[in-house]
T-cell receptor, first 111, second 117 residues
Framework: GENVEQHPSTLSVQEGDSAVIKCTYSDSASNYFPWYKQELGKGPQLIIDIRSNVGEKKDQRIAVTLNKTAKHFSLHITETQPEDSAVYFCAATSGTYKYIFGTGTRLKVLA | SAVISQKPSRDICQRGTSLTIQCQVD?????MFWYRQQPGQSLTLIAT?????????ESGFVIDKFPISRPNLTFSTLTVSNMSPEDSSIYLCSVEDRKTGGPDEQFFGPGTRLTVL
């Protein structure tokens, strides 16, 4: 069945460094890829997304890249700050409402 | 984006009882969903709450255990019935305001943290 693999499961970086989280999807029909940030005790917050007709999207310190051939997409956070510490989830969907979520990455930004 | 609220924010319940969780959105939305997030895990879709008709359940979830109502375009409830400790999870409401022919952004509520003793 459809599957989204996410790596790494945990990631520690020094403040100011960059962080990269990678996801691989199995359904070649997937065409929408959102990323969510979940802080402790809160619901997931949509931080950036990308559709299959583009290869890269940026929003200030965060960017997402998509490689449709390899079926993987990545989240890039530059100049990390302590408030970036959270669990990040990727997801993929093939044009329906049903999202397939990755297993999550716990990011710790060390001051 | 839509503002979503959930009640209660957390609860501790005894096994065998039921809990109804409410989800309220500040605007009319096309699609409303209920997810479960077990401790330290990812998100799993329970069902789609359909306005004016029965909810559509995903594999592994049944109406008798998770009855859902959606009386209008801004409100839905999820009931967790006959609870056991395995039902201890975060239950999340999400909405999608479908404007295009393809997928649109889904936004999540703050969640309801349920502990079953």
């Amino acid at each position: 069945g459809e599957n989204v693999e996410q790596h790494p499961s945990t990631l520690s970086v020094q403040e100011g460094d960059s962080a990269v989280i990678k996801c691989t999807y199995s359904d070649s029909a997937s065409n929408y890829f959102p990323w969510y940030k979940q802080e402790l005790g809160k619901g997931p917050q949509l931080i950036i997304d990308i559709r299959s007709n583009v290869g890269e999207k940026k929003d200030q310190r965060i960017a997402v890249t998509l490689n449709k051939t390899a079926k993987h997409f990545s989240l890039h956070i530059t100049e990390t700050q302590p408030e970036d510490s959270a669990v990040y989830f990727c997801a993929a969907t093939s044009g329906t409402y049903k999202y397939i979520f990755g297993t999550g990455t716990r990011l710790k930004v060390l001051a | 984006s839509a503002v979503i609220s959930q009640k209660p924010s957390r609860d501790i319940c005894q096994r065998g009882t039921s809990l109804t969780i409410q989800c309220q959105v500040d605007s009319q939305v096309t699609m409303m969903f209920w997810y479960r997030q077990q401790p330290g895990q990812s998100l799993t879709l329970i069902a789609t709450a359909n306005q004016g008709s029965e909810a559509t359940y995903e594999s592994g979830f049944v109406i008798d255990k998770f009855p859902i109502s959606r009386p209008n375009l801004t409100f839905s409830t999820l009931t967790v019935s006959n609870m056991s400790p395995e039902d201890s999870s975060i239950y999340l409401c999400s909405v999608e305001d479908r404007k295009t022919g393809g997928p649109d952004e889904q936004f999540f509520g703050p969640g309801t943290r349920l502990t079953v003793l």
